[in-house]
């Protein structure tokens, strides 16, 4: 009888433990995920913060009278494809693709505007969808639908148009064809 009593108490006791022991696992898993989300939100809105200067640099440096260089880094991490980007108010800007090592975007420029002056670290193409493009205010050089303007690295530019256009802007580390 005695042997039973001890038996029924030990096995009792065996299932308390387990009881507790899974009760653990559970609260040590709940505050991990708890702690690891929030190390997760912590991160995401820095990074919130740290792409929206980046964003309010580019603005400024993209319609900036001074020439500013602008980075392949800074265009593939500067904006949420599909976001229009107001430049000034007559340059707008969105990123298409930036998933490969060319980098789309599309911008629309009204009559009369420009970009502001800028270099990059990385080569240049804008192909004219409608509309037409020259490679600063004062350049007599323009180009209209179906065709392009090229930019190499460090090659200071500024480019608009004098008639409503909207143009496919590409950015590579590698000379276009």
């Given amino acids: 009888m005695i042997l039973q009593i001890n038996y029924i108490a030990v096995l009792c006791c065996f299932v308390l433990l387990v009881i507790f ?5 559970s609260v040590i898993k709940y505050n991990l995920k708890k702690d690891g ?16 200067d980046v964003q309010k640099r580019l ?4 319609s900036s009278d001074e020439i500013s260089l602008i980075t392949y880094q800074d265009l593939k991490y500067n904006v949420n494809i599909g976001e229009l980007v107001e430049v000034n108010a007559g340059v707008f800007y969105k ?6 090592p060319v980098l789309w975007y599309k911008t629309y420029i009204s009559a009369g505007w420009y970009f502001g002056g800028q270099v990059h670290d990385c080569f240049e193409r804008c192909f004219v969808v409608r509309g ?12 209209g639908p179906g ?3 090229d930019f190499d690295i460090n090659v200071a ?18 000379p276009f064809d």
């Fill in 132 to 143: 037409s493009l020259k490679p600063g205010p004062k350049s007599n050089i323009c180009v």
């Fill in 21 to 25: 022991a899974w009760l653990m696992k």
């Fill in 157 to 174: 530019h500024n480019p608009g148009s004098e008639i409503q256009t909207e143009i496919d802007v590409y950015f590579s580390l590698t």
């Fill in 59 to 62: 603005i400024r440096d993209f």
């Fill in 147 to 149: 065709k392009f303007l």
């Fill in 95 to 100: 990123a298409v693709d930036l998933s490969g």
């Fill in 37 to 52: 989300l929030k190390h997760q939100n912590e991160i995401d809105l820095k990074l919130k913060y740290l792409k929206t």
